[in-house]
Nanobody, 124 residues
């Protein structure tokens, strides 16, 4: 079992940046591929980024590619999402997730551990 707690969300103007953090506890964190998702009310949870257990491999949704960077520090049991050039359409609740599949697909079903989310609001 892995417990995940996100932080770092907030209100930011368009063009700004935020660094989201995800603190993990419980089972050995470093064995899990980790992802970030986001969700707005009334819509499905959307894949944002994924990083493999070692930090060597990453992938991004096309909508955030070149603007967001996922990273991890296994010594600190942390995953990060550095966002930049934020747009109003990036407004959502952002969730950290631990994968139950090795190199998971973008589907939420490939992830078995979820945090409670952190709200990001981008004003125009």
């Amino acid at each position: 079992q892995v417990q995940l707690v996100e932080s770092g969300g907030g209100l930011v103007q368009a063009g700004g940046s935020l660094r989201l953090s995800c603190a993990a506890s419980g089972r050995t964190f470093s064995i899990y591929d980790m992802g970030w998702f986001r969700q707005v009310p009334g819509k499905e949870r959307e894949f944002v980024a994924v990083i493999d257990w070692s930090g060597a491999k990453t992938d991004y949704a096309d909508s955030v590619k070149g603007r967001f960077t996922i990273s991890r520090d296994n010594a600190k049991d942390m995953v990060y999402l550095q966002t930049s050039s934020l747009k109003p359409e990036d407004t959502a609740t952002y969730y950290c997730a631990g994968a139950i599949e090795r190199w998971p697909s973008p589907a939420p079903g490939d992830y078995g551990y979820w945090g409670q989310g952190t709200q990001v609001t981008v004003s125009s």
